[in-house]
């Protein structure tokens, strides 16, 4: 039996390139985060142990907690309306027989564009002579400027994002859909319910698992919007779409102050992981 | 619903009565015009683009009227620009050679997760899932000191080799390759055949329908990348498409000739796309790939 001694040196040698790579790139960095948010390390690559204090000056930071509700602001804004919208057009793709694969093909279109490409088309379409605009003087009301007002940009950042990306989870819950086996909804038809009726007791339920992942998936994503930002407001108007991501990237390639970057960084990690541990939570308890 | 459209044999076939027609055309209409409305709204954008695109520079265009006479100067313009073409090539070789080492290394580590018993080997495995968790963001600072200090800001493996350790590539490999028979692998080595023959003649044949399907998202998601390319490339030599959009932005005050090269900067991801979109739609279906 030769192989049973070939197999474990073969087997570490054809995962080391990939081992090496993340060892370097993915683990220590992730630990060199963790540490680094415990010194002052700044663009000269000095550096001293400074403890928490990176911490007790975050928690003293009014820029650090406008940006913290800056982004939970704007996921209470995308993730129901990617959803909404993911899930409508779901719902209409699995309801037609008859150019279905065109419908879907256009949807999805946007989703493999980059979110710079969506962030300059969709800069001039809020211009304040821009097409929006020009729409909106068509039907005389009068203009707005999407990009100058702090009520108004998180919502047009969050449709933005969703033009760009409800193709995928539109995807994700259309196979939720196509996995309904239709004798429950014939049954279900054959008894009298109403297309509300078999929509709220079969489909719902039984999409529940698609849906639940589109959730998180979606949730994840809204905290980690950059692109957009970066291209269409820089985090402003008066950082009225500073996100925790925008305020990284600030703190450390404007301000070259890694130390205090990095422990920003540790907030969006730590807030990750809650939603990480809510979704096996309840994950978890739908198995059993 | 779908089923009095999709299976009328099955209706047929029931006692139940089928419904009124008229009702059901006037249902059928209402999802199609729909399905235009949110297909109008998904395509305006691309429309529009493409109109000032191809408008005269300064000249009025849409929204205000419908440009007069539409021109290609924009982009010729735009490809004439020294800074244009190198971006692109620039993107080509960090989506290409990315392509290329993902998918070696990724099958070759999905292989020995799949099938190889080495010490360590589940302890490994659950490390590389585990960091799928750690937003990439959260990992920036350290990761971007960590290769300007070895030298690699501003150069092209700075650039790549840091987005190679790819945790999403290696576990779908190691799904897809977990399913093939152990037989095909048993056979192979009493012929006597060596492990990279295996890997070569029997591994990545088989493997060939998921690999294209990985190749073209990490195509895509190179190509689409943005925030490491911003801190890693910091001048024409290494910057890529997206983070060279962003610097004509601040320079470039004619949305033609920004909506010229956004248009351009989309054309690999949009042949991708009428190339590809049934197997794209098809693996996030099967897959969930992002």
């Not at chain 1, 940006?67 to 993730?79: D, E, G, M, P, Q």
């Not at chain 1, 919007?225 to 990237?249: H, N, W």
Request: charged fraction near 15%.
């Amino acid at each position: 039996m030769r192989h049973r001694l070939r197999d474990p040196i073969t087997g570490l040698l054809f995962v080391l390139p990939m081992l090496v790579l993340f060892l370097m790139f993915r683990i220590f960095p992730t630990l060199g985060a963790a540490g680094m948010s415990l010194t002052n390390w700044n663009i000269g690559g000095e550096w001293s142990f400074t403890g928490a204090d990176n911490y007790v000056r975050l928690v003293n930071d009014p820029n650090f907690w406008s940006s913290l509700r800056v982004t939970l602001v704007y996921t209470a804004i995308y993730v129901p309306l990617v959803v909404l919208v993911s899930l409508g057009t779901a719902l209409l793709l699995n309801a037609v027989v008859f150019l279905r694969g065109l419908f879907r093909g256009i949807l999805f279109l946007p989703y493999v564009t980059s979110f710079v490409f969506a962030g300059i088309i969709w800069r001039w379409i809020y211009e304040i002579d821009g097409l929006l605009n020009g729409l909106l003087a068509k039907i005389d009301i009068g203009t707005v400027a999407f990009m100058e007002r702090a009520d108004l940009v998180l919502p047009a950042l969050a449709v933005v994002s969703c033009w760009k990306g409800f193709g995928y989870s539109m995807l994700i819950l259309l196979a939720g859909l196509k996995a309904i086996p239709g004798t429950y909804l014939e049954a279900a038809t054959v008894d009298g319910a109403s297309a509300w009726q078999r929509f709220r007791s079969i489909t719902l339920p039984l999409l529940k698992p698609a849906l639940f992942f589109v959730l998180v998936i979606e949730t994840i994503s809204s905290f980690q919007v950059f692109d957009t930002i970066y291209v269409m407001t820089g985090g402003g108007p008066a950082k009225a779409s500073y996100t925790l991501i925008y305020g990284i990237f600030e703190r450390g390639f404007r301000f070259w102050e890694f130390g205090y970057a990095a422990t920003w960084g540790m907030v969006l990690f730590a807030v990750v992981l809650v939603v990480a541990l809510i979704q096996r939570r309840i994950v978890g308890k739908e198995d059993t | 619903m779908t089923l009095t459209a999709t299976r009328p044999a099955a209706r047929a076939g029931r006692a139940a009565a089928p419904r009124r027609p008229a009702r059901g055309r006037a249902r059928k209409w209402a999802l199609y015009a729909l399905l235009s409305v949110m297909s109008l709204l998904t395509l305006g954008p691309f429309i529009a683009m493409i109109i000032v695109a191809l408008s005269p520079r300064g000249a009025p265009t849409v929204p205000v009227q419908w440009p007069d006479a539409l021109t290609f100067d924009n982009i010729t313009q735009i490809l004439g620009a020294s800074g244009f073409i190198e971006w692109t090539l620039n993107s080509l070789i960090y989506s290409v050679v990315s392509v290329v080492i993902i998918l070696l290394t990724a099958s070759m580590a999905g292989y020995a997760f799949a099938k190889k018993r080495f010490p360590g080997r589940d302890a490994m495995l659950w490390t590389f899932i585990a960091t799928m968790m750690v937003p990439f963001q959260a990992t920036l600072i350290p990761l971007y000191v960590l290769v300007s200090d070895l030298g690699g800001a501003d150069t092209f493996w700075g650039l790549i080799v840091p987005t190679l350790a790819n945790s999403q590539a290696v576990f779908l490999m190691r799904q897809f390759i977990m399913g093939l028979p152990d037989e095909l692998f048993d056979a192979a080595k009493v012929d006597g055949a060596s492990e990279l023959r295996v890997y070569w003649t029997i591994v990545v044949p088989l493997t060939k329908p998921i690999l294209a399907t990985l190749g073209v998202f990490v195509f895509l998601w190179h190509w689409n990348d943005f925030l490491w390319p911003l801190v890693i490339s910091q001048s024409d030599a290494t910057r890529t498409l997206t983070v060279g959009l962003t610097v004509l932005k601040t320079e470039e005050l004619q949305w033609a000739t920004l909506m010229s090269s956004a248009a351009v900067s989309a054309v690999p991801c949009l042949v991708v796309f009428f190339l590809l979109q049934r197997y794209l739609v098809n693996s996030i279906a099967m897959t969930g790939l992002k």
